[in-house]
C-alpha cells in the first residue's frame, strides 16, 4: 500500500478547518444573520483564492508523492471516481439551493479534470514550473486576445468557459475553471518532486501532536467537503426557524 504523508494530509485539514469558517460565514449571510458581500469584497473573495489554492497545492503535492510511489493507473481511477461523483452531488445539491447559479463547474469538478492532467504530466519535472505560469498567465492574457472577436462569445458559454479563457465570470456559487488553477496544481507536484528529491522530511516527517487531528481530517476531506455544508446550512435553517424568521 502507498505511504500517507501525515504533513500533507494536516495542510489539506487545516485548509478544511479555514474553508469550513469561510463556508459558515457565507452561510450566516445567506440567512440573514449578517450581511457581507461575498462575491466583491476584497475580504471574502481573497480568502476563497487563498483557500482554493491551499486544496490545489495538496492535489499537487499528493500526485507527486504518487507519482514517485508509482501509484497504479487502476487505484488512481477509483479514487478520480470518487471525486468525480462527489462533484455530481455537488451540482445536484447547489442546484437544490441555488436554482440559478447552481455549481456545475466548481471545486471537485475541477479537481476531476486537473487530476488526469496532473498524473499525465507528472514526469515533466522541471518544465512543471513554466507550464504552471504559462497556465496562471493565460486567463489574464485571454481577454486582452478575445475581446470583441466572435470566439468571446463560445469561451463564454458554459459548454465552454470551464477552460477558464472567459471575458466575463460566469454566474455560479463556485466557479474552479483549468485554466489557471491548473497551474497551482503543477506547481504542487513541481514543489512535491522538488521536496522528495532535495528535503523528503518535509513532507515524510511525523507532525506535531496538536496537529493529528488536522491529518486525520485531511485524510477523509472528500467526505467531510460532501457532509459540511448540509450540516452547517441545516443548523442554520433551524435556528432561523426556531427564532421565527423565514428561511427563504
Not at 28 to 41: A, E, S, W
Not at 93 to 100: A, D, E, N
Not at 198 to 213: E, K, Y
Amino acid at each position: 500500500m502507498p505511504q500517507r504523508f501525515d504533513r500533507i494530509d494536516a495542510l489539506r485539514g487545516a485548509a478544511m478547518v479555514w474553508m469550513t469558517v469561510f463556508h459558515f460565514c457565507f452561510d450566516l449571510n445567506h440567512f440573514r444573520f449578517i450581511g457581507q458581500d461575498f462575491y466583491r469584497d476584497p475580504l471574502w473573495t481573497w480568502q476563497r483564492t487563498a483557500i482554493v489554492s491551499l486544496f490545489l497545492a495538496c492535489a499537487g503535492l499528493s500526485q507527486a508523492v504518487a507519482h514517485a510511489q508509482g501509484l497504479s493507473w487502476p487505484r488512481f481511477w477509483r479514487r478520480w471516481a470518487q471525486v468525480a461523483g462527489a462533484a455530481v452531488l455537488v451540482s445536484a445539491g447547489s442546484y437544490l439551493v441555488f436554482p440559478g447559479s447552481f455549481i456545475y463547474f466548481g471545486v471537485l469538478h475541477g479537481v476531476s479534470a486537473m487530476l488526469i492532467v496532473a498524473r499525465l504530466s507528472a514526469g515533466c519535472g522541471r518544465w512543471l514550473w513554466l507550464m504552471g505560469a504559462v497556465a496562471m498567465a493565460l486567463p489574464w492574457l485571454a481577454p486582452l486576445w478575445l475581446q470583441g472577436n466572435d470566439w468571446a462569445e463560445a469561451f463564454n458559454a458554459r459548454s465552454m468557459n470551464w477552460l477558464g479563457l472567459v471575458t466575463r465570470k460566469p454566474i455560479t456559487e463556485d466557479y474552479i475553471p483549468v485554466l489557471p488553477w491548473l497551474g497551482v496544481v503543477w506547481w504542487g507536484v513541481a514543489a512535491g518532486q522538488w521536496m522528495l528529491r532535495h528535503q523528503p522530511h518535509w513532507l515524510s516527517g511525523p507532525v506535531a501532536r496538536q496537529a493529528h487531528v488536522l491529518a486525520g481530517l485531511g485524510r477523509w476531506s472528500l467526505s467531510y467537503y460532501l457532509l459540511h455544508q448540509p450540516v452547517l446550512m441545516g443548523s442554520l435553517a433551524l435556528v432561523s426557524v426556531l427564532l421565527g424568521r423565514s428561511v427563504l
